[in-house]
T-cell receptor, first 111, second 116 residues
Framework: LAKTTQPISMDSYEGQEVNITCSHNNIATNDYITWYQQFPSQGPRFIIQGYKTKVTNEVASLFIPADRKSSTLSLPRVSLSDTAVYYCLVGSNTGGFKTIFGAGTRLFVKA | EPEVTQTPSHQVTQMGQEVILRCVPISNHLYFYWYRQILGQKVEFLVSFYNNEISEKSEIFDDQFSVERPDGSNFTLKIRSTKLEDSAMYFC??????????????FGPGTRLTVT
């Protein structure tokens, strides 16, 4: 399982775009990149997943460069309710069904 | 939208007692997981379960832990003899396909276990 590195915390203001970058230098060919969001006392919630290039859904975009050694989660126009911990996970289902969460990035959105 | 449910939401038990945490995964999912999160710490993988057997487990999942799918809908985590350090939030998750690949995991709301 590839090790991931994210900033421990980030601050932003309402209405701004937030970009959280995750490094995963040892990503393997079969690995996908998945981001989860967690609010206090709740289970993690899937945000977005990608393999390469760019993926966009109704809540976020995920940018993955050609070498796939990093990825950037982009949250457009954040609101106070986006204050949460964001986890970047890298892995595949070929080596077993184990999922490793890192420490995540604590995003604090201010008014 | 389908969701994973867990019961109870909060369980208080005395050290040395057995507890069973219950989960109802999403009905068409085939892969099931348990995680724990000690207050203020990261989410830790405990075990994954597929085809009625454990697929993978972490070092935390020692002999005092067991999982079971007793019927077609429930997925349980048993802790045989609880310790103070087992106090944590326990999350169940399920996925349609094996996690880590192009399948997302759906997490339940968690059971807060307090061991006194």
């Amino acid at each position: 399982l590839a090790k991931t590195t994210q900033p421990i915390s980030m601050d932003s203001y309402e209405g701004q775009e937030v970009n959280i970058t995750c490094s995963h230098n040892n990503i393997a060919t079969n690995d996908y990149i998945t981001w989860y969001q967690q609010f206090p006392s709740q289970g993690p919630r899937f945000i977005i997943q990608g393999y390469k290039t760019k993926v966009t859904n109704e809540v976020a975009s995920l940018f993955i460069p050609a070498d796939r050694k990093s990825s950037t989660l982009s949250l457009p126009r954040v609101s106070l309710s986006d204050t949460a911990v964001y986890y970047c996970l890298v892995g595949s289902n070929t080596g077993g069904f184990k999922t490793i969460f890192g420490a995540g990035t604590r995003l604090f959105v201010k008014a | 939208e389908p969701e994973v449910t867990q019961t109870p939401s909060h369980q208080v038990t005395q050290m040395g007692q057995e507890v069973i945490l219950r989960c109802v995964p999403i009905s068409n999912h085939l892969y099931f997981y348990w995680y724990r999160q000690i207050l203020g710490q990261k989410v830790e993988f405990l075990v994954s379960f597929y085809n009625n057997e454990i697929s993978e487990k972490s070092e935390i999942f020692d002999d005092q832990f067991s999982v079971e799918r007793p019927d077609g809908s429930n997925f349980t985590l048993k802790i045989r003899s609880t310790k103070l350090e087992d106090s944590a939030m326990y999350f169940c998750a399920s996925s349609e396909g094996a996690a880590g690949g192009p399948y997302e995991q759906y997490f339940g709301p968690g059971t807060r276990l307090t061991v006194t």
